[in-house]
C-alpha cells in the first residue's frame, strides 16, 4: 500500500479549474488539461516514490485498447497537440487512425466497444503519442498487478467479473474521484458541459470541423 499522502493542496480547486476553463480556446483547453494532468502525475510520482507497488511500466499497453471517455477541453487539448506537435506524417497517420475507429465504435454500443479491445489511435509502438496531453482517465488508470490487466485483455467477456477487477490503489483512486468532481465542478461554474465524450468520436469533430 502506498505510505504518505502527498499534500491535498495538490488538488486543483474547482475556482482554479473554473478560471482555466474560462479560455476555451485550443491554447486555453491545453493549458487547462495539462494543469489536471500535472496534478495527477504529482500524485503519482508521490505515491511511487513512497514505493506504491504501482506496476505500469512503458510499453505496457492493455489499457489504451480500453473505451476512453474524454472531456471536451480534452479533446481539443489532443486536436491542438496533433497538429502543432506532431511532424505531418505522423498527425495524418494518427487522425486516420481516428476516423477509422470513430466510424468502427459509431457502430457498437458501449458495453460492445469496451469488450473490442480497439486500439487508441494515439497508441504508436507501445506509446501514446500525445502523453504530454493525454487524457485524466487515462493517466488516472493504474493497476497493482500486470497480469490482471493482461487476463482483462485477453477475456474481454470477462468484463465487470471478479475475474478482470482491476487492483488498484485507494488513495489514488480517491484522489483522481476528488480531481474528476473538482472538474466537473469547476467546468459547471463557468459554464461549460462537463460530459464527456468517446475519444475517438469527439476528436473527429474537431478533425472534420478544423
Ligand atoms: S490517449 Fe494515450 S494513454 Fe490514453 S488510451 Fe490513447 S494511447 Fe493510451
Known amino acids: 500500500m502506498a505510505g504518505a499522502i502527498a499534500s491535498p493542496a495538490a488538488l486543483p480547486a474547482p475556482d482554479a479549474i ?70 505531418p ?39 501514446c503519442s500525445a502523453y504530454a496531453v493525454r487524457p485524466q482517465a487515462c493517466a488516472a488508470y493504474h493497476s497493482t498487478s500486470r497480469p490482471h490487466c493482461e487476463y482483462a485483455y485477453e477475456h474481454p467477456d470477462d468484463m465487470g467479473t471478479p475475474k478482470n477487477a482491476r487492483p488498484a490503489l485507494l488513495e489514488l483512486k480517491l484522489f483522481s474521484a476528488a480531481l474528476l468532481d473538482n472538474t466537473r465542478a469547476g467546468l459547471g461554474a463557468v459554464g461549460l458541459p462537463a460530459a464527456k465524450g468517446e475519444l475517438h468520436q469527439l476528436l473527429r469533430d474537431l478533425i472534420e470541423g478544423a
Do not use: K, M
Open 89 to 127: 506524417s505522423e498527425a495524418t497517420a494518427i487522425e486516420q487512425r481516428i476516423l477509422g475507429n470513430a466510424a468502427r465504435i459509431d457502430a457498437l454500443s458501449a458495453d460492445e466497444h469496451r469488450r473490442a479491445n480497439i486500439a487508441c489511435a494515439f497508441l504508436q509502438d507501445g506509446r
Open 18 to 87: 473554473g478560471q482555466l476553463a474560462a479560455d476555451s480556446t485550443p491554447a486555453g483547453c491545453d493549458a487547462l488539461a495539462r494543469h489536471l494532468l500535472g496534478a495527477l502525475d504529482a500524485r503519482f510520482a508521490a505515491e511511487r516514490a513512497a514505493g506504491a507497488p504501482i506496476a505500469c511500466v512503458a510499453g505496457c499497453t492493455f489499457c489504451c485498447h480500453q473505451r476512453v471517455g474524454v472531456f471536451p477541453h480534452e479533446a481539443a487539448a489532443l486536436h491542438r497537440y496533433l497538429r502543432t506537435r506532431l511532424s
